[in-house]
């Protein structure tokens, strides 16, 4: 059960950083300006942010399994919404909105399963220790895996790791 739950926390921590090295080409792509997907960026991380204290609320009223996996599909839904736009208004939607969403609904239960799963200090320690482990790599493989998987000349390739392409099925 370790690994869902850390990889969880790596989907959430690379996708607040893997857009930042691919601003301009994104914005080309978009046929917007870089402001534009930079406040794409900002709003994911403001509703990732923002939704975090409810998504744990909605935790404990609906099951930490059910918002695991409801989080997850929103995330998969935005990734694609994401992928396939053409223009800032669905990358908005498809990057800030459902994958902030669905960002915020992951987390939570990620922790609460972990101290559930692992009861003793040990054991416990070591699996958080995988957990933020993973979320800092996360972080770090962004911006590193967010500008070597495109593909020259234009095609960005990353058409489901949270940013869009133009065109998604080259």
């Known amino acids: 059960m370790l690994i869902p739950l850390a990889l969880a926390q790596f989907i959430c921590s690379f996708a607040g950083s893997n857009m930042n090295v691919a601003i301009n080409s994104i914005s080309k792509d978009l046929g917007t300006n870089v402001q534009g997907v930079q406040t794409a960026i900002t709003l994911f991380l403001?509703?990732?942010a923002a939704l975090m204290i409810p998504g744990s609320k909605l935790t404990d009223l609906f099951g930490r399994k059910r918002c695991f996996q409801v989080g997850l599909a929103?995330?998969?839904?935005?990734?694609?919404?994401?992928?396939?736009?053409?223009?800032?208004?669905?990358?908005i939607l498809g990057y800030s909105a459902f994958e902030g969403v669905g960002s915020a609904l992951l987390i939570p239960p990620v922790y609460i399963l972990t101290t559930i799963l692992y009861p003793d200090i040990k054991s416990r320690a070591r699996a958080f220790g995988v957990i933020s482990g993973l979320g800092g790599i996360?972080?770090?493989?962004?911006?590193?895996?967010?500008?070597?998987?495109?593909?020259?000349?234009?095609?960005?390739?990353?058409?489901?790791s949270a940013e869009p392409s133009s065109q998604p099925w080259r």
């Open 74 to 91: 929103i995330y998969g839904a935005g990734a694609f919404l994401a992928a396939l736009a053409q223009g800032l208004p669905l990358l």
């Open 138 to 160: 996360g972080a770090a493989a962004g911006p590193l895996l967010g500008s070597s998987t495109r593909f020259p000349p234009t095609a960005r390739g990353r058409s489901m």
């Open 46 to 48: 403001l509703t990732m």
